[in-house]
């Protein structure tokens, strides 16, 4: 019996007309999962990965339980500033990805389309304005935004900010490294302070955020001996587990939690044993759900994920003692922005530096940059010699699977990459 299923089609029921009550439907499964990781995870789990498991479900949970200390974002926002306000970011992916993991996406995506939004766009705005116009989602105290990488992501935060109320601040990101284009970030987020001074009646201190800016520092550091660690070692994990890293890389970068999360993980992967499968470097969205990717890869020694690229998108150290010029620069150079020629350089140079064996690149449905540019991509891959899949599906929806030919496509890839390291 799927009980998870069961579960969800009891939360379906309860939005239509009792929103709070599925609500809280939403929130005890997510203790109760935090719970049984806490005390029952699976075996191959590593000590670090439990961790970030239970603090993610723990931050979505009391952001969900206490919207009013709550910011939408996306994952590209500058958090640190909204931590200084004693604000908990969860980003409007988060939030559709936990959803879903209810199996209810398919609710809200028809609740979204349902009031006219378009059945091209991304699954995740959709899932997220069906769960914020049934209600099942409550309304944060702001949101703040970027225009960083998604075309569609300002309308959709302006469309359900006016719709609940809920006021929020839209960063334009420059798409080209400058002093001006420097210049002109910092000032927005000076305005950025004092929309959120004003919206939260806390001032602002600075040394906060240069302390926030070490603790970041600091992480990012560990990261990349963790890195340099797994050049060389087997580290298990699930599709899931990698897409949770998000929170630690971007939604809670510089907290404290997340420091003590990098720190445990850069002694935790010593401990695994020397690579022996097929390391496979991930480009894009993570498909969590998706049974042929789950059988392959989720604990599995001869295919892995080694690492994806959405949490290499920054890697450079940040200058705290100038915290606002710092974090114009993380936006600006985020290799997210601008021309699709930066991602193409990061990808090729995080696979260099990781030895990773292949790549696969997942082309979610409603996102036209990685749709659009995916070819420059494989070109690159092929001038390299590295193996390159190209899948196309939906992150979150699961009606938009088609589980045969991602099994066809993916079982002939990786046979073709046996073949190859066989004939080295």
Known sequence: MDYVKTYGNLIKKTMDGH?????????????????????FPPKEMPQALKVLDSQSLANVNAALKNPQSSCWT??????????????????????????????????LVNEA????????????????????????????????TTSLACDGNINTFRYVGERRGVPGFVIDIPDQYS???????????????????????????????????????????????????????????????EMFLLFATHLDIGTK??????RLLEEDVKKY?????????????????????????????DYYIQACDMNLDYME??????????????????????????KIRNVARMVSYLGSDAVINFCHWGCKQSSGGVMLLKEEMRKRGIPMLVLDGD??????????????????????????????
């Open 19 to 39: 929103p709070v009550a599925a609500r809280r439907m939403v929130n005890f499964g997510l203790a109760e999962e935090s719970f049984r990781i806490g005390h």
């Open 74 to 107: 996306n994952i590209f926002a500058p958090v640190e500033l909204m931590q200084c306000f004693d604000l908990r970011c969860v980003s409007m992916e988060c939030l559709a990805s936990f959803l879903s993991g209810f199996k209810i996406e398919d609710a």
């Open 113 to 144: 389309e349902a009031e006219g939004i378009a059945p091209t766009l991304c699954s995740y705005h959709k899932s997220f304005i069906g769960g914020t116009g049934s209600s099942i989602l409550p309304d944060a105290r702001l949101y703040v």
């Open 179 to 241: 002093q001006e284009a420097l210049d002109y970030l910092v000032a927005q987020e000076r305005e950025l302070i004092g929309f959120l001074q004003e919206r939260t009646g806390v001032r602002f201190d600075i040394d906060r955020l240069r302390e926030t800016i070490r603790r970041e520092n600091a992480s990012r550091a560990c990261y990349r001996r963790y890195l340099g660690e797994i050049r060389h070692r087997y580290y298990p994990k699930t599709l899931t587990l």
């Open 257 to 262: 939690q997340t420091l003590d999360f990098f």
């Open 273 to 301: 044993p020397e690579r022996k499968g097929k390391a496979i470097f991930w480009v894009h969205m993570l498909p969590y759900y998706q049974q042929t990717l789950q059988e392959y890869m989720n604990y599995k020694e």
């Open 317 to 342: 150290k940040m200058d705290a003692d100038h915290p606002l010029q710092a974090l114009a620069r993380k936006m600006i150079l985020n290799t997210y922005n601008g021309s699709y020629d930066r």
């Open 395 to 424: 992150a979150l929806d699961r009606r938009n699977s088609h589980d045969g030919q991602i099994r066809t496509r993916l079982e002939a890839f990786l046979e073709m990459i046996d073949t190859m390291g066989e004939s080295k």
